[in-house]
């Protein structure tokens, strides 16, 4: 057979075999990460951290913070190796904490430890100083991430160098004079803690009132004054029991001051009541005494006797002040009124009285067969009215 006839032979041969067949396509890539590294380990203050992805050029990852404190810096989706970065918050509380990124499908541990509790320290705790003040300083030993600001609670006594401040450190303050009596204590706190500042007085207490005797007429509605002398600061009272005497002003006070009284008018018998002024000590204090002028009284009649018709009767009031000099250049200071005691007699004068009078009475008719007796009272006298029956 001819050479060409045998390669026909073979086409033929091979158009019988069918279509070819397509080749197989390449295997896709297999993705590997390695992450470096794989926890962190942060403080109160925060800061923030790098992850180092290894993985093909073609490969793909992502991260994802699953906590707020916890933000991402850098891209948050890569192709190929990278690197992943962060910053972590600083911590609000004394409690520790944990939060996780997930980085290329892998977790990242980031641990924070919590605030520092703060505690204060002052040396020494407290000072004294004698009336005409001075300056001095008091050591704060504090935790270093700490802030504290010094406070005084007075403004007599002044911090130096005023503001906030963070760590140990020293305070310098200065205390003004003390013009007042009494004592005095106050403080300057730093942080949670207190620096007691004690200062003492000019002097003692001591008091002098004046005046403390007064002798009063019977006419009341004025007001009198009592002064009291003492350092300032030093505090003091007035009171009375009398319903009479009324304090007007000055009932408490401190230092030197007055005391103002009135009292009311007395057309009865002499009376006096006291003030007491009072100061801190258990029996400290001065009696003011008030002592008022009062009347005497007499009648011309101190009793009658009426028919059952009835009439009319008079009788003659007589009064005088307790002290002469009270009574007036008439003598006519003493007010007074007649009050009888029984409906069937009348008090015809006008009421009230004032001085010498006259008081004319009307006795009404006794029907009855029954005597019958009442009487007609001026101040402290009484005048009897008996009446006959029919």
Same mark, same amino acid.
């Given at each position: 057979?001819?050479?060409?006839?045998?390669?026909?032979?073979?086409?033929?041969?091979?158009?019988?075999?069918?279509?070819?067949?397509?080749?197989?396509?390449?295997?896709?890539?297999?993705?590997?990460?390695?992450?470096?590294?794989?926890?962190?380990?942060?403080?109160?203050?925060?800061?923030?951290?790098?992850?180092?992805?290894?993985?093909?050029?073609?490969? %793909?990852?992502?991260? #994802?913070?699953?906590?707020?404190?916890? !933000? @991402?810096?850098?891209?948050?989706? /890569? *192709?190929? =190796? &990278?690197?992943?970065?962060?910053?972590?918050?600083?911590?609000?509380?004394?409690?520790?904490?944990?939060?996780?990124?997930?980085?290329?499908?892998?977790?990242?541990?980031?641990?924070?430890?919590?605030?520092?509790?703060?505690?204060?320290?002052?040396?020494?705790?407290?000072?004294?100083?004698?009336?005409?003040?001075?300056?001095?300083?008091?050591?704060?030993?504090?935790?270093?991430?700490?802030?504290?600001?010094?406070?005084?609670?007075?403004?007599?006594?002044?911090?130096?160098?005023?503001?906030?401040?963070?760590?140990?450190? %020293?305070?310098?303050? #200065?205390?003004?004079?003390?013009?007042? !009596? @009494?004592?005095?204590?106050?403080? /300057? *706190?730093? =942080? &949670?803690?207190?620096?007691?500042?004690?200062?003492?007085?000019?002097?003692?207490?001591?008091?002098?009132?004046?005046?403390?005797?007064?002798?009063?007429?019977?006419?009341?509605?004025?007001?009198?004054?009592?002064?009291?002398?003492?350092?300032?600061?030093?505090?003091?009272?007035?009171?009375?029991?009398?319903?009479?005497?009324?304090?007007?002003?000055?009932?408490?006070?401190?230092?030197?001051?007055?005391?103002?009284?009135?009292?009311?008018?007395?057309?009865?018998?002499?009376?006096?009541?006291?003030?007491?002024?009072?100061?801190?000590?258990?029996?400290?204090?001065?009696?003011?005494?008030? !002592?008022?002028?009062?009347?005497?009284?007499?009648?011309?009649?101190?009793?009658?006797?009426?028919?059952?018709?009835?009439?009319?009767?008079?009788?003659?009031?007589?009064?005088?002040?307790?002290?002469?000099?009270?009574?007036?250049?008439?003598?006519?200071?003493?007010?007074?009124?007649?009050?009888?005691?029984?409906?069937?007699?009348?008090?015809?004068?006008?009421?009230?009285?004032?001085?010498?009078?006259?008081?004319?009475?009307?006795?009404?008719?006794?029907?009855?067969?029954?005597?019958?007796?009442?009487?007609?009272?001026?101040?402290?006298?009484?005048?009897?009215?008996?009446?006959?029956?029919?």
């Amino acid at each position: 057979m001819r050479p060409w006839a045998l390669l026909l032979v073979c086409l033929a041969a091979a158009c019988d075999s069918g279509p070819a067949q397509p080749s197989t396509p390449p295997a896709a890539p297999t993705c590997s990460f390695t992450l470096s590294p794989t926890s962190f380990a942060m403080g109160p203050a925060g800061g923030s951290g790098s992850v180092v992805v290894s993985t093909g050029s073609s490969c %793909t990852w992502s991260a #994802v913070s699953d906590v707020p404190w916890i !933000a @991402a810096t850098g891209a948050t989706a /890569v *192709t190929g =190796g &990278g690197t992943f970065t962060f910053t972590v918050s600083a911590a609000t509380t004394t409690t520790p904490r944990t939060g996780v990124i997930t980085v290329a499908g892998q977790p990242v541990s980031i641990t924070q430890q919590g605030l520092v509790p703060c505690g204060y320290t002052i040396l020494p705790p407290a000072r004294s100083f004698d009336a005409g003040g001075g300056s001095a300083a008091f050591d704060v030993n504090a935790t270093p991430e700490c802030g504290w600001t010094p406070v005084s609670s007075a403004p007599w006594l002044t911090v130096a160098l005023a503001g906030p401040r963070t760590g140990n450190g %020293t305070v310098t303050y #200065v205390v003004a004079s003390n013009a007042d !009596a @009494a004592a005095r204590t106050a403080n /300057v *706190t730093a =942080g &949670g803690a207190s620096h007691t500042v004690t200062q003492a007085g000019a002097k003692p207490c001591e008091y002098s009132v004046s005046p403390v005797d007064f002798r009063e007429c019977v006419q009341g509605g004025f007001e009198r004054a009592v002064t009291v002398d003492t350092a300032p600061g030093c505090g003091w009272t007035a009171a009375t029991n009398a319903s009479w005497l009324s304090i007007a002003s000055g009932g408490t006070g401190s230092g030197s001051g007055s005391i103002r009284f009135t009292f009311s008018s007395n057309y009865d018998a002499a009376r006096q009541a006291v003030i007491e002024v009072r100061w801190p000590a258990p029996t400290a204090g001065q009696n003011v005494r008030v !002592a008022q002028e009062g009347c005497l009284y007499a009648v011309s009649r101190d009793s009658f006797d009426v028919p059952a018709g009835g009439g009319d009767l008079s009788f003659d009031v007589y009064q005088m002040t307790t002290d002469p000099a009270c009574g007036g250049p008439l003598q006519n200071a003493c007010v007074w009124s007649a009050q009888s005691t029984a409906a069937w007699i009348t008090v015809v004068t006008s009421m009230p009285c004032q001085g010498d009078e006259r008081v004319a009475l009307r006795v009404a008719a006794n029907g009855g067969a029954t005597p019958r007796t009442a009487t007609v009272t001026v101040k402290n006298r009484t005048v009897t009215i008996r009446q006959a029956g029919i």
